[in-house]
């Protein structure tokens, strides 16, 4: 095979990958602040994606404007299953927690299910099949749109938790949590905060995905899986370190697909947290004791 | 044999060991009293409480948890089916060979992750990876007929051949309900013995038994081999049970889920939780069906909902499992929960 194939599938893997990262910050910042492990992050990433081609499908909304809309409602589904149902748990045994969400992921796919059937459902944007050409490379005009406004949506987050007050408060709960009590934080709500925001990310990430693959109720566990993956290897409440992850995770998805066959390219993103859970633990970016 | 029975009921309270005794009468003479349908169910519960007992020697006993129990059930349900259809190897020897390749299996991903320290959360995920790994690798293996599935020939209803295990559901709900009491008395035993207190030292504080002179390694890397060598023969019954084999069934995620639900809802750690469990998750699952195919309605996914919302119900309402609760209310406590 020429090289410039192998330069196209890396360069559309790489443009998946920041979609992937965005998502997977949105684990991260959960996992990291709250220490709960959500294990319906990608049935909330199927609620956005449904949303988006809804939307589409009735007013013909572009989901790249309306991933703003949607990452808000989102954050309110994200605030109102934290401090409804999960904050309860956040003491509890791991396992319980576990149980917890796989129980409300269960619930979220079934749902989308009745309401929307098996059939996979797409959204055609007018540039669905534009592309750009850079010398020997051509790039799907909707994998670059997607993939800038995940860096862009991603950056604003970083400059939240670095530069507001609040940001820095949750930054506070989640390196310590009696520390943070004992200061005068309201720990609850910033947890709330905290598992809003990081809906408002998966929900963002949804909506660009529908311009990049076909929407079936069904996504949510195997899109669960690999936010997992991509959150360990990057490192656990390493914010770059997820966007890494999910760059590295792509480009290993696109390229296994090309020499293999694409059935087989998850094998290979297992393959790499195995590989990174053995010899670097806390993840290619993540501190030690983390 | 005496020594064994007296070991065996040593401190557990006598009304235990008669609810224990009332309900393995009551399954033996089950399929005499209920009809075919109810018979598969049985089978389907008393499958899931082999499994959820042989899961809660990592998770309940040692602390592990593990999420991915499924490599173990594929792992056993391949062995067997490959020999049988290959080579017409029966099934025993084909558990035979099954289960040290679990238990290698077990020991393999238990080593890398204590080595390395992996632990909670990261070793939960750990075990996930390996077996979505073997899932999708199995889908590319040739030699299992990859995606296209594993069929056995369909079994003969005329006669019941328990070597070959091929026959009605009836001889296949007996091996499961005796498969079912062998690893109930056997977790008994490994719960009461020098083993089985190290892993509930494990559990309740790492450190500690590690300064109290447990070698913690080698414990939980025994939890692990146990607990795959056991789960590895609900795999070769999975096989000949169904005759068919598809990797993106039995080394789904969604298996390793159905195997760990019955315990944590019936009790982690306790003996009778997973068996609970089993029956209370089931029981739910089928009178749903039934209502819903009564009230005449078509909705997939609807049972599905209805299961989710039974289960945040009961995780919300009682933390420690359904049994805890239970076993207080008819005044049976069990010590080694």
């Known amino acids: 095979m020429p090289f410039d194939v192998y330069l196209n599938v890396a360069v559309g893997g790489v443009l998946t990958g920041l979609v992937y990262g965005l998502m997977a910050l949105g684990l991260s910042v959960i996992f990291g602040v709250v220490r709960v492990v959500n294990f319906a992050h990608g049935e909330m990433m199927s609620i956005a994606m449904y949303l988006a081609v809804v939307l589409f499908a009735a007013f013909h909304l572009d989901p790249l404007i309306m991933m703003v809309p949607i990452a808000a409602v989102l954050f309110v589904f994200g605030y109102a299953l934290q401090s409804g149902l999960i904050n309860p748990f956040i003491t509890r045994p791991e396992h319980s927690q576990f149980l917890l969400l796989v129980a409300l992921a269960i619930v979220i796919v079934n749902v989308l299910l009745i309401i929307f059937g098996p059939d996979a459902r797409t959204v055609q944007t007018a540039y669905a099949y534009d592309s750009y050409q850079l010398g020997p490379l051509i790039v799907d005009a909707a994998k670059v749109y997607a993939a800038t406004a995940a860096l862009l949506f991603a950056a604003l987050l970083f400059a939240f938790f670095r530069f507001t007050l609040v940001g820095k408060a949750i930054r506070a709960c989640a390196d310590n949590y009696t520390g943070a009590l004992v200061v005068g934080l309201n720990v609850n709500r910033l947890y709330a905060l905290t598992f809003g925001i990081g809906a408002a990310c998966v929900g963002a990430a949804g909506a660009m995905m529908t311009l990049i693959v076909d929407v079936t109720p069904m996504l949510g566990p195997s899109y669960t899986l690999l936010a997992f993956v991509i959150v360990i290897t990057g490192g656990l409440g390493s914010m770059p370190g997820a966007l890494l992850g999910g760059l590295l995770i792509g480009l290993t998805e696109a390229l296994a697909g090309l020499i293999f066959t694409p059935s087989a390219k998850s094998m290979f993103a297992f393959a790499i947290l195995v590989l990174v859970l053995l010899f670097r633990p806390q993840g290619l970016l993540g501190r030690k004791a983390a | ?337």
């Open chain 2, 1 to 337: 044999m005496a020594a064994l029975i007296e070991r065996l009921t040593d401190d557990g309270s006598r009304r235990t060991m008669i609810w224990a005794a009332v309900l393995v009468a009551a399954l033996v003479i089950a399929p005499w009293v209920v009809n075919d349908y109810l018979v598969t169910v049985l089978i389907v519960i008393l499958y899931l409480a082999y499994t959820g007992q042989a899961w809660n020697i990592m998770m309940g006993f040692a602390g592990q948890l593990s999420l991915g129990h499924a490599i173990y059930v594929g792992l056993g349900a391949y062995i067997a089916a490959f020999l049988f259809t290959r080579f017409g190897v029966g099934p025993w020897v084909g558990f035979l060979a099954a289960m040290p390749v679990a238990a290698a299996c077990g020991a393999i991903i238990g080593f890398l992750a204590f080595r390395f320290g992996v632990t909670g959360v990261y070793f939960a995920i750990l075990t996930i990876a390996f077996a979505e790994f073997a899932r999708i690798g199995f889908d590319h293996l040739d030699i299992v007929n990859a995606a296209a599935g594993l069929f056995l020939p369909v079994a003969q209803y005329s006669h019941n051949d328990l070597w070959r295990l091929r026959g009605d559901p009836t001889m296949f709900y007996y091996v499961i309900l005796a498969a079912t009491v062998v690893v109930f008395i056997l977790c008994r035993v490994l719960i009461r013995s020098r083993i089985g207190y190290f892993w509930l030292a494990i559990r309740e504080d790492e450190e500690a038994a590690r300064a109290a002179g447990v070698d913690t390694f080698r414990c939980k890397l025994y939890a692990v081999m146990i607990s795959a060598a056991i789960t590895s023969f609900a795999g070769v019954f999975y096989a000949f049970f169904y005759n068919n084999l598809f990797p993106e069934q039995v080394f789904n995620i969604s298996q390793s889920i159905q195997i760990i639900l019955g315990p944590i809802i019936g009790g982690v750690g306790t003996l009778f939780g997973p068996i609970l469990g089993a029956f209370v998750l089931t029981g739910l699952a089928e009178s749903l069906n039934s209502a819903l195919t009564a009230l005449g309605l078509d909705l997939p996914g609807a049972e599905q909902v209805f299961y989710g919302v039974c289960l945040l119900f009961v995780v919300a309402a009682l933390p420690e499992g359904i049994w805890p609760w239970l076993a207080r209310r008819l005044g049976i406590a069990e010590r080694a929960g």
